[in-house]
């Protein structure tokens, strides 16, 4: 099995700022994109933030300049640097891995179960 646990999450204050992390963990042979996306009440689901296995990124128009996504491929971890937060960014937040299981013969996309990231004061 393949698993992606999400933590860091909580209350922050506007202005504040929080880091998340997700951990893949499991019968993982190859992990390429890992990003992060984020649901609002009511609303879609939308994309904070990709990386691939080579470090390059992209970001959603809302959070560029705030959020800094990372990686570090040998511990299979993910992370979202939030500066800046606003009320607007509350919303919980899902990490995703697309990635080949030991003995698999292709990739497949992986969720998180998600995490609440609340911007209030």
């Known amino acids: 099995q393949v698993q992606l646990v999400e933590s860091g999450g909580g209350l922050v204050q506007p202005g504040g700022s929080l880091r998340l992390s997700c951990a893949a963990s499991g019968s993982i042979a190859v992990i390429d994109f890992m990003a992060w996306y984020r649901q609002a009440p009511g609303k879609e689901r939308e994309l904070v933030a990709t990386i691939t296995a080579g470090g390059a990124t992209v970001y959603g128009d809302s959070v560029k300049g705030r959020f800094t996504i990372s990686r570090d491929n040998a511990k299979k971890m993910v992370y979202l640097q939030m500066n800046s937060l606003n009320p607007e960014d509350t919303a919980v937040y899902y990490c995703?891995?697309?990635?080949?299981?030991?003995?698999?013969?292709?990739?497949?996309?992986?969720w998180g179960k998600g995490i609440l990231v609340t911007v209030s004061s």
């Open positions: 995703n891995a697309n990635l080949r299981r030991l003995f698999g013969a292709s990739y497949n996309d992986y």
